[in-house]
């Protein structure tokens, strides 16, 4: 963990020796907006991530509806073509990356460092760069609706030459293309820092005891997801780069006249978006691992084999990029490859499905609204996995390339699976964030909502697939045979909103009237069913030690042997001056600030504020440096179990 000063013993709260001078004095405020600007507290960091991907979620929600108002009916005049590109443009690329992504970093941020018995992140003022980074990066992406240039419209995936100049958006001076790259790159930046972040954490600050082979699964996923993120967002980066490039200084990268190459971006973005499938998804299983084992009352079936099953999901995801691009001419030997290596990572993923029905089998079932979406999961992941074998097989795939089978096919995993699991995540830790408990009535009807609205929404595009309607289609002739399918997903998609609004409304109105839960409401297995709710800022007065995978479920039947190790541990860290925690800081959003300002500037091609911006984010972080260690202490013995309140 970042260096922290030591205080006198005994000190509820005992800031580091003097500044030398008002740069360096450190925010002590705990409440109000300083307080959420300058934190470093991994739970406060997770709820911002929370709020901003929720607040996108809604966002990329109503973009969605846009476009199936447009294709309920054919021949409509709803919104144009230009509109209609980029709607379909900005929706994926705002689900992908501004909410199912930091949504699954909300869950890493708050629950994993709970799970290993950690106090905090291993660099907490790096983790409140990375969020403030995210929003920069979000920010950008969404310029374009408020000016001139129009949000970006080559589809999420970029394709050249649809990016190219002679190609993309010409309104104000050419700009909506640039901000995506600049966006997505600036969102790279956030997604590498914190999983660097995550990897150091939990490979140092694991409690004693916590042997890998005891991590949660939803941990090890962390783990597995952060690696994925290092080692896959160098390919999209590079690509970004030469494309910038390419529209900023006419290099010739993918401008085909030129003798550039444009399928080499789609080599350099899939080696990139099949990792990133598997970067979405692997968060969601780790979420599924430990809610079937709390609600069927029993360990969770076969643990090392779903832990080498998604360190094989990671690997093996990093040899199929080119099922992509089987419509492209690679050749027999190459499709014949690509199709064999698609096929082979359906194994360890087909592992995992028995695993959690082992789990399921045998144990006194609990049908919890969590549990409700967590086999909704599983159906609905399956259904997606199952179009996606079909993929793999070349001819099949030539077949289907490009049309709404392969819509229908993405939204199963990427909603069915992603979010129906983040859904269930969000259900489950509830209780454990604000100390409410959901109604589960309410939770159960906003399931069943969700549940018919997106079926009805995805289930008719494999139809409109196979019958020959391609994707990116504005508008539609009458007599192609595709009017009732699409009437009834635009009616599908209304219903999925509209149970999303009242989960949406099921949340809020707990957090404020909800009936409020004790600590453990599920009888958890894991670590941070231990702590009071919400936890405090320290998270454990004790640091734990780890006997058992289940270590929560191993101390609640061992509490006498626990109760001894947890009296000598406060000893020592009372004699050791207590618990230290980091201190609030400016500088992680002051370094933010100057890559947002710098990435503008850029954009409009102002090189003399851009550098004015990068020395703004260099500044930033050499303060952040010069700030130097600095703390304060924490007397468990002085806090009650809600003594912060909500976060």
Partial sequence: MEALVQAAPGSHETHAAPKRSWLFTRPTAKTGIVSWLTTVDHKRIGLLYAISALFFFLVGGFEALLIRVQLAVPNNTFITHQTYNEMFTMHATTMIFLAVMPLSAAFFNYIMPLQIGARDVAFPRLNGFAFWVFIAGAIILNIGWFVKSGAPDAGWFGYAPLTSKAYSNQFGGDMSTDLWVMGLQILGVSSVVGSLNFIVTIINLRAPGMTMMRLPVFTWMTLVTAFLIILSFPAITIALVELMMDRSFDSNFFEAANGGLPILWQHLFWIFGHPEVYILILPAMGIISEIFPTFSRKPLFGYPIIVFSGA???????????????????????????????????????????????????????????????????????????????????????????????????????????????????????????????????????????????????????????????????????????????????????????????????????????????RDPWDGRTLEWALPTPPPEHNFDVIPTIHARDAFWYEKHHQREISREQAVHAKEEESHGGIHMPSQSWFPIVAASGLLIGSIFFVNHIYAGAIAGGALMVLGIYFWAAEGPGGYHVDPAGHDDGSHGKH
């Fill in 312 to 518: 094989c999901i990671g690997f093996l995801g990093f040899g199929v990029w080119s099922h992509h691009m089987f419509t492209t001419g690679m050749g027999s030997v190459a499709t014949a490859a690509f199709s064999l290596m698609t096929m082979a990572i359906a194994v360890p993923t087909g592992v995992k499905i028995f695993n959690w029905i082992g789990t399921l089998w045998g144990g006194h079932l609990k049908m919890r609204t969590p549990m409700m979406f967590a086999l909704g999961f599983i159906w609905m992941f399956m259904f997606g996995g199952f179009s996606g074998i079909m993929h793999s097989a070349a001819p099949a795939d030539a077949q289907q390339q490009d049309s709404y089978f392969v819509v229908a096919h993405f939204h199963y995993v990427l909603i069915g699976g992603s979010v129906f699991a983040l859904l269930a995540g969000i259900h489950y830790w509830f209780p454990l964030v604000f100390g409410r408990k959901v109604s589960e009535f309410w939770g159960k009807l906003s399931f069943w909502i969700i549940f018919v609205g997106f079926n009805v929404t995805f289930f008719p595009m494999h139809f409109l697939g196979l019958n020959g309607m391609p994707r990116r289609t504005a508008v539609y002739d009458g007599n192609m045979g595709w009017n009732d399918a699409n009437l009834v997903s635009t009616i599908g998609a209304f219903i999925l909103a509209i149970g999303v609004g009242v989960y949406f409304f099921v949340m809020i109105y707990t957090y404020f009237k909800g009936e409020k839960s004790g």
